[in-house]
């Protein structure tokens, strides 16, 4: 039976759900490095997290959320009001495989958590090229993305991800740009300067996001809330198990296919 995953973390408020989790969200925030009247875009808010951070630490700072998830677009938007984070942030349910609704050269900064390596084939590519149009000049694209290993293969890849999507409804990971150097050189082709490639297993695990505000502290509650009822949830424990399961006998344990990769680049090219 087909599920899909992204709508059972909409559920629980799943948030931090990527490689290294908070302490890769801390990095990415940190190169953002976000400032007073700058426009900043996520891309794939899930249930709005991060954004509810950025938003109560940087209030001069105007942030864009798009996801193509109802299930996350709700869950974003009642994480944002209940925290009292929504009044510098527009989100903006999309639909899968439409071109991003906001003018060219509308962004200072784009930022993506686990969102473009489950894109298949060249709609990551395509995203890329839209990504493009909506940064300004010499605008920042930050992103944390789990690859595939070079001692994996396209076709290994391949067969993993038919089985993922059979399971999860999604991918799990892009493998006609399998590896760490597909990615820089089709960034690179794209009029993309690679400014920072950090593997983000040299970050250590943190288990609250700092500096800690009320705001912080209402989202985290939120997430703690969503943990519990996924666990007393007799049709939610069912299906995680269920995901479990699969996941086993798809990737053996034993065998490390993937690695988490946050990526800085700039836009230095105007025409491609």
Known sequence: MSH????????????????????????????????????????????????????????????????????????????????????????????????????????????????????????????????????????????????????????????????CKKAFGIIQANAKYTHLSNWTNLLKDLGFEVEVVFHASNLKHQRFVKPVNWQVILSELLTIQGKVKAVFSPKLTKEWKSYTLEMSQIIPPGRQYMEGVIIKVRNVKIDV
């Open 4 to 163: 899909n995953i992204l709508n059972y973390f909409g559920q629980i408020n799943g948030a931090f759900i990527h490689a290294r989790g908070r302490a890769a969200t801390l990095k990415i925030i940190e190169l953002l490095d976000c400032k007073p009247g700058q426009t900043v875009l996520e891309l794939g808010f899930g249930t709005g997290a991060t954004l509810t951070y950025l938003s109560s630490v940087y209030k001069n700072t105007s942030f864009t959320g798009y996801d193509a998830s109802p299930v996350m677009f709700e869950a974003a938007a009642k994480r944002l009001k209940f925290c009292s984070a929504d009044k510098n942030v527009k989100l903006k349910l999309i639909q899968p495989g439409q071109n991003f609704p906001d003018d060219s050269n509308s962004f200072d900064k784009i930022f993506a958590e686990s969102v473009l390596a489950i894109q298949e084939d060249e709609r990551l590519k395509n995203i890329l090229i839209d990504i493009k149009r909506l940064l300004k000049h010499n605008g920042e694209l930050i992103f944390n993305e789990t690859i595939w290993l070079d001692t994996v293969t396209r076709e290994e890849a391949e067969k993993i991800n038919l089985d």
